[in-house]
């Protein structure tokens, strides 16, 4: 079967560096991409990996390592407002979007 | 660009009710998705089209789902008769046939079934 795990929920200081796992396991690789989603909000594209190594956006980073089925999405400088869920999706062999259920990231002053 | 659109934003009905939600895709995307969100089962994918066609229907729940795209401008959700358990946020998305392909939602129709 297809599988994405995520941890359920992570907390931390505002100013702090957190790090999001995905690990997935599914049949076909075509991409990875992180969303954000504040709550009672639309998911909104953070960042997309299809090749090894790190993407950088601002004060957000993706990792990605096919090998391990395994990437992470950094956030730097953490703010209140980074408070929200952050899901993982890979797009397999059919181009399909296998979702994770998501991180709720809380920050706390 | 507007973004997708999609109406009403929410939607209260009783059991048994016909229910509607409609979709206005970003204009020259030629994917558009329905997504059904809930706290115990995440985001699932109900069905896509690709240029008004309808791909992939095998996250529609049960025959009471179903799901229309007349043209590259306009798709429908209906849910006949409805069910509690069919309440949840539900999302239209669209995207292009580009290389990343990145999914752009809607703000999310949240229905409540009585």
């Known amino acids: 079967g297809q599988n994405i795990d995520q941890p359920t929920e992570m907390t931390a200081t505002e100013g702090a560096i957190v790090q999001i796992n995905c690990t997935y396991q599914?049949?076909?690789?075509?991409?990875l991409f992180w969303y954000q989603q504040h709550a009672g909000e639309a998911p909104t594209f953070l960042s997309y990996?299809?090749l090894d190594g790190l993407e950088e956006k601002g004060r957000f980073s993706s990792f990605l390592s096919r090998s391990k089925g395994y990437s992470y999405l950094l956030l730097k400088e953490l703010q209140m407002k980074d408070s929200a869920s952050y899901l993982c999706a890979v797009k397999d062999s059919n181009y399909q979007l296998i979702w994770g259920a998501g991180t709720k990231l809380i920050i706390k002053p | 660009d507007a973004g997708v659109i999609q109406s009403p934003r929410h939607e209260v009905t009783e059991m048994g009710q016909e229910v509607t939600l409609r979709c206005k895709p970003i204009?020259?995307?030629?994917?558009l998705f329905w997504y059904r969100q809930t706290m115990m089962r995440g985001l699932e994918l109900l069905i896509y089209f690709n240029n008004n066609v309808p791909i992939d229907d095998s996250g529609m729940p049960e025959d009471r789902f179903s799901a229309k795209m007349p043209n590259a401008s306009f798709s429908t959700l209906k849910i006949q008769p409805s069910e509690p358990r069919d309440s949840a946020v539900y999302f239209c998305?669209?995207?292009?046939?580009?290389?990343?392909?990145?999914?752009?939602f809607g703000p999310g129709t949240r229905l409540t079934v009585l």
């Open positions: 990996n299809v």
């Open positions: 998305a669209s995207r292009t046939l580009g290389e990343v392909g990145e999914q752009f």
């Open positions: 204009s020259g995307h030629d994917y």
């Open positions: 599914t049949s076909g690789f075509n991409g």
